[in-house]
T-cell receptor, first 115, second 109 residues
């Protein structure tokens, strides 16, 4: 079975641009979470979606938005990119509604570099 | 707010046992998870403690004490492939996983 997939794997943008990252969860998983991981730090929670509804939002500015589609895939959008948005963006899927108390399966991530 | 503290780096010898500690501050949470991440890779789930006590999964064990706001991951029979970063993470009531900064485990032959 395919694991969590993310695209693209790498991305280079300039300040002020917009970016869309994509994630396909494991088949049968209805929950998708997004994380930002800066080098040398732990992942920071951005969003969690379950059954196409936002269930949780981390402490990120409104420049960050996301959505989940009927097939449970998800997109993360970041507008007006800043240098500080350079990071590894991880997507995780899980079976249950909450990421708080069940195993999450992570994709390989998208490495975003903002110049 | 919530916060977790872990040692930044731990060094151990191949074949030995190592313990990675995690202390936390929170007003409430569902449980404590542990994830492993190799350099350049994605985090992979290791263990989850909802209740106080020890959970054992093969060479890995995890412990939680809610009264002490403390948990640890125990790795036995260390192998070179265990060299990685290890993260503890709290699951809160807002559907979030709050992660520690991670512990880099260095294993020497």
């Amino acid at each position: 079975d395919a694991g969590v997939t993310q695209s693209p794997t790498h991305l280079i943008k300039t300040r002020g641009q917009q970016v869309t990252l994509r994630c396909s969860p494991i088949s049968g998983h209805k929950s998708v979470s997004w994380y930002q991981q800066v080098l040398g730090q732990g992942p920071q929670f951005i969003f969690q979606y379950y059954e196409k509804e936002e269930r949780g939002r981390g402490n990120f500015p409104d420049r960050f938005s996301a959505r989940q589609f009927p097939n449970y895939s998800s997109e993360l959008n970041v507008n007006a990119l800043l240098l500080g948005d350079s990071a590894l963006y991880l997507c995780a899927s899980s079976e249950l509604a909450s990421s708080s108390y069940n195993e999450q399966f992570f994709g390989p991530g998208t490495r975003l570099t903002v110049l | 707010g919530q916060s977790l503290e872990q040692p930044s780096e731990v060094t151990a010898v191949e074949g030995a046992i190592v313990q990675i500690n995690c202390t936390y501050q929170t007003s409430g949470f569902y449980g404590l998870s542990w994830y492993q991440q190799h350099d350049g890779g994605a985090p992979t789930f290791l263990s989850y403690n909802a209740l106080d006590g020890l959970e054992e999964t093969g060479r890995f064990s995890s412990f939680l004490s809610r009264s002490d706001s403390y948990g640890y991951l125990l790795l036995q029979e260390l192998q070179m492939k265990d060299s990685a970063s290890y993260f503890c993470a709290l699951g809160d009531s807002n559907y979030q996983l709050i992660w520690g900064a991670g512990t880099k485990l260095i294993i020497k032959p």
